[in-house]
């Protein structure tokens, strides 16, 4: 697999972001976000319950943690999971905007921005 270098301009800055062209970081973010927690659930669901003796097993986890009660703690983990999409949307948008992607995104300011990214 070739790969053509990255065309930068004077300053050293890509001339192209890495981002697809016309795509919203935020529906881009949010389309990942869904797929990869929607594998994750179908993946734990049909690991536990594909067949009988596993759904016996399950059973036996699931009230382990009512009996504990800590599904508080199993919905502050789905919520952490869910709430880093605003931070991700926020780098994603800045790394957009600079044309900075991984890893060079620390080095440049966006031209709009005040701050460093």
Not at 64 to 85: A, K, N, P, S
Request: positive net charge; hydrophobic residues 45%.
């Amino acid at each position: 697999m070739s790969t053509k270098p990255i065309e930068r301009d004077a300053k050293g800055i890509p001339l192209k972001s890495p981002y697809p062209e016309g795509t919203s970081v935020v529906l881009l973010y949010s389309v990942m976000t869904f797929i990869l927690t929607a594998i994750g659930a179908a993946i734990a669901y049909f690991t536990c319950y594909y067949t009988d003796a596993k759904v016996d097993a399950a059973n036996r986890k699931i009230a382990m943690v009512t009996e504990y009660e800590l599904g508080w703690l199993y919905l502050g983990i789905f919520l952490i999971r869910i709430l880093t999409l605003p931070m991700n949307i926020s780098l994603g948008s800045a790394r957009k905007e600079s044309k900075a992607g991984l890893p060079d995104q620390h080095v440049y300011k966006g031209a709009l921005m005040s701050v460093c990214i």
